[in-house]
């Protein structure tokens, strides 16, 4: 694993310094592929050349999809600001300056308002979400937004299981949870791997 996130880092600084500029690069996958932790290795291991913008912070707050009646389907494409992401992913490419960008805190279950900053000197910048590759409605300019997107996929009886311990380490019961998993986030997941084709590297 160590060898690939080295491969990997090597080709987004490659990529960076091709362009001359500021990259945007996307990691992709169904709820439970380990998007997150990947995402915060890689620019871990790229400091202090990136920054990290989540997907997960522009989910509707609590309020609005109960308002919405989108609650019971939370994590669905239209549970998210995706013109609001697309329009954060365009000042991250311009800006001059630092960009401070929304994060999600599973604990609360809400959106943290600039709860992350992408430094100004970083030129590589990993956005890590599970529908950054949609092409439909809002989510088209967000995907239109990326220099390269590398599609996370890991065996299923793995995520489901990783997805299960999550949803009871926040309080659901087990029932509660795999109903969940399989009511939502497994139908989420068939939107998002009919997406993997987009990518240019499977991981």
Known sequence: MALAVQELCDRARALADQRGGRVLIAIVGA????KSTLAETFVEALAPRAGLVPMDGFHYSQRMLNHLDRAKRKGAPDTFDAEGLAALLTRVRDASGPVFA??????IEEPIAAGTVVPERADIVIVEGNYLLLDDGAWSSVSAQFDEAWYLRIPHETRLGRLLARHMKHGRSEAAAREWVMRVDEANAKLIEATADRADLIL
């Not at 709820?31 to 380990?34: C, H």
């Not at 929304?102 to 604990?107: K, M």
Request: no cysteine; glycine share 20%.
């Open 31 to 34: 709820p439970g592929a380990g």
């Open 102 to 107: 929304p994060t999600f805190d599973r604990s």
